[in-house]
Every structure is written in C-alpha cells, then in structure tokens.
C-alpha cells in the first residue's frame, strides 16, 4: 500500500499505529463539548485516498431502486444542509484496558477513540428520495432492506478492496435518525483523514457504519457482506476464542451501549491538591440520553453524582443544533482526594442501563464495547 501522500497530523497525538494510521488525543483534549478536529481521533483500515478533481466527484446510487442516480457534490450541496452534532466513537475504543484481562486481537486504544462534532451535509433520507425511496419506509420497491455504503480507500481486509458497511433501510430513510452524507465538520470542510469530500455519519452506531471516502451506494436485499460487517464488530462471548469462532452465529454490532469516561487524569496519577476535579465524557448509543454519572473515590464503596452539562458554544444557528440527542454529555464533580484513591466513574442511560463492573464479564476476543466502570489510580502528592 501506499503512504506517501498522508495528511498532516497533529504532533501531540498518541500514534497507535502508523500505517495505516490510527490515533487518539491525549484525554484532556476531551473535556470540551466539541472536540476539535486536530484531538478528533483517526481511525482508518489503509491509505487516506486522494481526491483532487472535485468537479468530476460524484456519489452513485444503485442496486434495488427503479430510479438510479449519480449525484455530483454540487447537487448534494444544494439539498437541504442539517447539521448534526454527534458523537463517533470506535467500537475498539479503551481496548487496550480489555487486553490486560486477557489478550485480544486489534489496535490498541486508551478512553479517547471518541469525539463530539457538528456534522454538516444533507440527510440520507432526502438523498434516498431521489431514487425513489419515500421517507420512513422499510424497504425499496424492488425489495430492498439494506443501505450499503462502499468507499474509495484500499484495505488489506478487503484483499486490497474498499471499505464498506451498511445499515438497515428503516434506518436510512428515516429523517428523525438524522444519517448523513456530511461535507463538514465544526463548520470547516471535511479533511482528507475524516473523510474528503464526502461521508456517512449514522449517529448512535459504531464508528465502523461511517463509512469515509463515500463512493456508491447500494440498496441490496441482504446485509453488506464485506469483512468489517460479517468478520469484525461483532460482539462474542468470553467463551468464544479463535478456535471456535463462527462469525455467522452473531450480528453485526450497530447501536453502542453507555460508556463513560475520566479524562481529567491519566490511569496512574498524582493530585496536587486535596480537593480535585474529575470529569470526562458519558454517552450512549441509539439516542438514548445520559441519565446520571457516578463517582467514587473510595473503590466503589461509597459513591456521588457528577454534576453534567452538555449544551455549547457554536458560532452559528440552526434549528437542528438544538438538538443534543446524539451528543455526549460531560460531567464533573469536586471530590475530597484520599492519600491513595481509586476513582471510579460509571454512568447510567435514560433506559436504565448501567456499565459493568469488570471487564471480564464483557471480554471478547476482537476487544470490542469495553464499557466497564472507568478507574484510575491516583496518589496525593504530600
Ligand atoms: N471508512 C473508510 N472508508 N475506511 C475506514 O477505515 N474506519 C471506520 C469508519 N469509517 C473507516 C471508515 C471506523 S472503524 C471508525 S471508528 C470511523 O470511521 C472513524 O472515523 P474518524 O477517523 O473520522 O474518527
Ligand atoms: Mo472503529
């Protein structure tokens, strides 16, 4: 493969593999609502693809649709821009934290493979009528049930293939679950490592759905069958090791369950004072909402409610913006730091549902969903 026209980078960001490039910010640099794209995390399967003739780009859309169509960025421009703030985070994000229960297979990642962006483009759903698809419908005419989105980037996954990935059909032509075609990010045009010129962003799901680089879309009858669908992101038991691994028995992961994180201290830690601040970031998958964020500073014995705020400072109006349903929430809470702490957050969504304790009770072998409680280890400095 090919390296030789990587984007820039941002020096400050932890490299956890070079080619192709994968890398997280430091955790402070998630303590702002919006993170900016410099500290947003890059995860990619091959070479960031190059698109210079932007005039001649087009998306084409295809397969189960009486009508298809090739659209330019021009006209995808001219649809009716939203924009969406929304967290992306990586299925393999606090990976690293799984492997030391036992060993799994992947890029290692600490808490920061996630962040919060304005998403500007236009819905899929829109785009979709176009072919013919109506809104809040399930399938196609022709019997369509699935959107696939195939990119232009070569992955030695796919033996050297693009990369791909779909979502249900309800989904896509469903404008309340606000899927994009994006073009922006923070109100600047997408990058080269995010994207450029054109991706999907399918809030709620796992980073993997968002597909980059979009260059056609098909509406088929069966999910996407390609590797990232059918032979990762899928959530095993701790039961199942390489050897009596069969992909077919479990789904593709889509929506990704509550999740939260301190970033205000790395794992291992010294305080200064006597009175600290501990916060980070909670969210959850599917639109469900952050209810509470829990703190203990004492192992989990005794715990406290973190104070939560999510709303922002964006520069610019729209109706959409003030929408925060697919956002992260961030928290903080000032705790009494004992000599020697264990500080804990775990966070509970507007469903009810908690993070577990260990994580071995979740352990899998791709080192996917890590959601157990979120501990670091800090010393008072005396
Ligand atoms: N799309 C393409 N074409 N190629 C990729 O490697 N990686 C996916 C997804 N879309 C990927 C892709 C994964 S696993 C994640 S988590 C997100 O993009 C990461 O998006 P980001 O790099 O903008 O943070
Ligand atoms: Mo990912």
């Not at 091959?46 to 009486?66: A, H, N």
């Not at 297979?105 to 919060?116: E, H």
């Not at 990704?256 to 980070?280: H, T, W, Y």
Request: net charge neutral; glycine share 8%.
């Amino acid at each position: 493969s090919d390296y030789s026209q990587e984007p820039p980078r941002h020096p400050s960001l932890k490299v956890n593999s070079k080619e192709p490039f994968n890398a997280e910010p430091h955790r402070a640099a998630l303590l702002s609502y919006i993170t900016p794209i410099d500290f947003f995390y890059k995860r990619n399967h091959g070479p960031i693809p190059v698109v210079d003739d932007i005039e001649r780009y087009t998306v084409s859309i295809g397969g189960l649709v009486e009508k298809p169509l090739e659209i330019s960025m021009f006209e995808i421009r001219r649809l009716p821009k939203h924009n969406v703030v929304a967290t992306l985070q990586c299925a393999g994000n606090r990976r690293t934290a799984m492997s030391k229960t036992r060993k799994v297979k992947g890029v290692g990642w600490d808490v920061s493979a996630i962040g919060n962006a304005i998403w500007g483009g236009a819905k899929l759903a829109d785009v979709l009528e176009l072919v013919g698809i109506s809104k809040h419908s399930s399938f196609s005419a022709l019997g369509g049930k699935h959107v696939e989105f195939v990119s232009i980037d070569k992955c030695k996954e796919e033996n050297g293939g693009p990369y791909k990935a779909s979502i249900s059909l309800r989904q896509a032509a469903n404008p309340e679950a606000d899927v994009l075609l994006a073009y922006e990010m923070n109100g600047e045009i997408l990058n080269r490592d995010h994207g450029y010129p054109l991706r999907v962003i399918v809030p709620g799901v796992i980073g993997a759905r968002s597909v980059k680089w979009l260059d056609h879309i098909n509406i088929i009858e069966e999910e996407c069958q390609g590797f990232f669908m059918q032979k990762d992101y899928k959530m095993f038991p701790p039961s199942v090791n390489w050897d009596n691994i069969n992909w077919l028995t479990r789904k593709a992961q889509m929506d990704f369950p509550v999740q939260c994180a301190i970033c205000s201290l790395e794992d291992v830690d010294v305080v200064n004072q006597v009175k600290a601040n501990i916060a980070g970031y909670a969210v959850s998958g599917g639109g469900r909402g952050i209810e509470r964020v829990d703190i203990s500073v004492d192992g989990g014995k005794t715990w406290l409610e973190a104070e939560k705020y999510q709303r922002r400072n964006i520069p610019y109006q729209s109706d959409d913006m003030n929408n925060d349903k697919w956002a992260w929430v961030l928290f903080k809470a000032t705790v009494d730091i004992p000599e020697n702490a264990v500080i804990i957050a775990k966070a509970v969504d507007t469903a009810a549902n908690v993070q577990p304790e260990k994580v071995d009770a979740i352990w899998n072998l791709r080192g996917i969903l890590n959601t157990s409680w979120h501990k670091v280890q800090v010393r008072r400095a005396s």
